[in-house]
């Protein structure tokens, strides 16, 4: 079992609808990382959040570390949301080291 | 605006040759970190630095591979000699950690070299 493990693995969305991705981890973290990677490959980091919930935009990321969970939100989704969306944490023991997700590969059609 | 720049972006070579990838983290960034992805593994941390001195390189196959910052503008990765499975995308991100607090930012990632390994 992977220590970090995201749902769906595929998604695709009509323009406009709320989409979620979840990812749930095994190990006790100290924060936790939503990445977006473009088609193109560039890799941004979207979210570190170690407690309750943030938001940029439309996107909104929470975490539940009682039940080692965390989701991400997309509202009035848009195709420019395309993208695979990765879940990575940094364990409480391991220093800066991220363990990472097989991502989520979102399409979202106009 | 500041960024990780890597270069080169696209390399390709012969088996057996050395390769070596360059990375600038953002300035005033103190720690920097190595990671490969590919389709098989996804991403996969190889190294990471703090204050230029390796603190983790247990992701790296120590044969082959070397990481070394020769200074706080400059992070290198060594592949010699070069093999078909080092074929992959190698990013570099850096990142501040306040040592006193320990807090921490975000990684910032670099563009990627997408290595390929005839």
């Known amino acids: 079992k992977n220590e970090v493990e995201q749902s769906p693995q595929n998604l695709t969305a009509q323009e406009g609808e709320f989409i979620t991705i979840n990812c749930s981890y095994s190990?006790?973290?100290?924060?936790l990382h939503w990445l977006q990677q473009h088609p193109g490959g560039g890799i941004v980091s979207l979210f570190m959040l170690s407690s309750g919930k943030k938001k940029h935009g439309r996107l909104i990321a929470t975490i539940n570390i009682q039940e080692k969970h965390s989701s991400l939100h997309i509202t009035a989704s848009h195709p420019r949301d395309s993208a695979v969306y990765i879940c990575a944490v940094r364990s409480a023991t391991s220093g800066s080291r991220l363990t990472f997700g097989e991502g989520t590969q979102l399409t979202v059609n106009p | 605006d500041a960024r990780v720049t890597q270069t080169p972006r696209h390399k390709v070579t012969e088996m057996g040759q050395e390769v070596t990838m360059r990375c600038q983290p953002i300035?005033?960034?103190?720690?920097v970190f190595w990671y490969r992805q590919t389709m098989m593994q996804g991403l996969e941390l190889l190294a990471y630095?703090?204050?230029?001195?390796?603190?983790?390189d247990s992701g790296m196959p120590k044969d082959r591979f070397s990481a070394e910052m020769p200074d706080a503008t400059l992070a290198t990765l060594k592949i010699q000699p070069s093999e078909p499975r080092d074929s992959a995308v190698y990013f570099c991100?850096?990142?501040?950690?306040?040592?006193?607090?320990?807090?921490?930012?975000?990684?910032?990632f670099g563009p990627g070299t997408r290595l390929t390994v005839l």
């Open positions: 300035l005033g960034h103190n720690t």
């Open positions: 190990v006790g973290i100290s924060a």
């Open positions: 991100a850096s990142g501040l950690v306040l040592l006193a607090s320990g807090s921490y930012n975000e990684q910032f």
């Open positions: 630095f703090r204050n230029r001195a390796p603190l983790d």
